[in-house]
């Protein structure tokens, strides 16, 4: 079977190869360059040509930055101004991974595509479904929840199986040539950012804005440094006048430029409401959902009724944030989700 493997340049793609080399499979490798970062893709795929050399398979580059701009990075840059927390990996996996990549895999006659991603598929009466990882503190089956039927069909996930640390000693045993491990970077969690959003957004926006801090009741209680600083649920970075307790963002204000904070118990909410991004429309009924990506899950009775989702948590979550995802799994698989509002 011919396969597209998408290389990151990392570990894990690059024992994806070996994985499927072994299988038997025609293996046809790509690089998409997605961020303006250029030393970092130099780096990244001269990884891949030497996997690529060594195991003996077709790889090549897609330019896909104009498109990343236009899709993610803008969005990114947009929510934040907007006064949210945005999930740009959720974004980027239906319009580009697994969107665009797809789409140009399937047009260089590749049957399925492959990913080093921490998830399984499984198949429930009859369709296929994103499932979680073998290995817990790895999986990444919440990023996943937004793509298309079509993208799940055409999945493999060779690594779902696996634990990470089983995966690094594999790797380098079976491909010595490899080199050190130190030559080969942690995937990051955000692409495009090197050290934190902040400094990524501060190339095109004023950030640092100082801000007025209230209370539920309106009241001016501190100052902060700006609204795009912050998210539901930080505790940290601004002040308030005689606070005896820990207060924490409960709300922002981004067309005043001011954040609201509380208690923790104030902090504290049951119904989650968000913008369904569902493949399909799945049954309401008892669930479990996930609110941010290091997050439980939580049993929640889920509805869905005009493009709408709602949870109502059998117990209380902190941190709710606007733009993240809300995701709905059945057991340990994925049904659907949507984007918090």
């Not at 991603?117 to 499984?122: D, L, N, S, T």
């Not at 922002?252 to 913008?275: M, R, S, W, Y």
Request: aromatic share 10%; hydrophobic share 35%; glycine share 8%.
């Amino acid at each position: 079977m011919k396969i597209a493997l998408l290389m990151s340049g990392g570990v894990d793609s690059s024992y994806c190869a070996y994985l499927l080399k072994q299988a038997g499979h025609e293996v046809l490798g790509i690089y998409l360059k997605l961020h303006d970062k250029e030393e970092k893709h130099q780096i990244f795929i001269q990884n891949c040509i030497k996997v690529s050399q060594n195991l003996g398979f077709e790889f090549q580059v897609i330019d896909a930055q104009k498109e990343f701009k236009e899709k993610v990075y803008d969005e990114f840059i947009l929510s934040y101004q907007r006064g949210e927390t945005p999930n740009p990996c959720a974004l980027c996996n239906p319009l580009m991974k697994f969107g665009l990549a797809l789409q140009k895999a399937l047009e260089l006659g590749c049957e399925k595509i492959a990913t080093g991603h921490y998830a399984r598929i499984q198949e429930i009466n009859g369709i296929k479904r994103i499932r979680e990882a073998k290995d817990p503190s790895k999986d990444q089956s919440y990023f996943l929840y937004a793509i298309s039927q079509q993208a799940i069909d055409s999945l493999i996930f060779p690594l779902g199986d696996y634990f990470k640390n089983d995966v690094k000693k594999e790797a380098f045993e079976a491909m010595p040539w490899l080199g050190s491990l130190e030559t080969y970077k942690e995937s990051q969690e955000i692409c495009f950012v090197e050290t934190s959003y902040i400094d990524i957004l501060k190339k095109t926006l004023q950030v640092d804005q100082t801000g007025i801090v209230r209370d539920l009741e309106g009241n001016a209680i501190g100052q902060h440094k700006g609204y795009m600083q912050y998210t539901i649920g930080k505790r940290k970075g601004f002040s308030i006048k005689g606070a005896l307790e820990p207060h924490y963002v409960l709300g922002i204000n981004p067309q005043k430029n001011e954040i609201t904070v509380g208690t923790k118990d104030q902090l504290a909410i049951k119904e989650v409401k968000a913008l369904n991004k569902s493949l399909d429309h799945f049954q309401d009924g008892e669930y479990e959902v996930k609110i941010r990506y290091r997050s439980n899950k939580t049993k929640a009775k889920v509805t869905l009724q005009d493009g709408m989702i709602t949870a109502m948590l059998d117990e209380d979550v902190f941190g709710v944030a606007k733009g993240q995802a809300l995701v709905i799994y059945q057991g340990d698989c994925v049904l659907g989700g949507g984007v918090i509002l």
